[in-house]
């Protein structure tokens, strides 16, 4: 069994800064890449970084490119995903995907076979 576990979130003002971390652990698995996404109340999810480490590749969405940045701790197993800059609008249940598909579309959720159970990020403004 492959366990996705999501921490770091919590409630910052407009302006500040959050750095969420996804450990991947249980059976060994190949994984290529993983991603982040995020769902507000009401919204369906939307896809916010992705790093594939084998084609070096990451990929962002629109709305947070430039102020979050994903990265991999190889030894730790280990995805971050460092958010600057949050707005209000950034409030939602992020999530961790992980995918042992080499050539997976990083910003599709389909692309990832496993997932964590989320953390809630809350920003105030």
């Known amino acids: 069994q492959v366990q996705l576990v999501e921490s770091g979130g919590g409630l910052v003002q407009a302006g500040g800064s959050l750095r969420l971390s996804c450990p991947t652990s249980?059976?060994?698995?190949?994984?290529?890449?993983m991603g982040w996404f995020r769902q507000a109340p009401g919204k369906e999810r939307e896809f916010v970084a992705g790093?594939?480490?084998?084609?070096?590749?990451?990929v962002y969405g629109m709305s947070v490119k430039g102020r979050f940045t994903i990265s991999r701790d190889n030894a730790q197993n280990t995805v971050y995903l460092q958010m600057n800059s949050l707005k209000p609008e950034d409030t939602a249940v992020y999530y961790c995907?992980?995918?042992?598909?080499?050539?997976?579309?990083?910003?599709?959720?389909?692309?990832?076979?496993?997932w964590g159970q989320g953390t809630q990020v809350t920003i105030s403004s």
């Open positions: 249980g059976r060994t698995f190949s994984s290529t890449a």
């Open positions: 790093i594939n480490w084998i084609r070096s590749i990451t």
């Open positions: 995907a992980a995918t042992e598909r080499t050539y997976a579309v990083l910003g599709y959720p389909a692309s990832y076979d496993y």
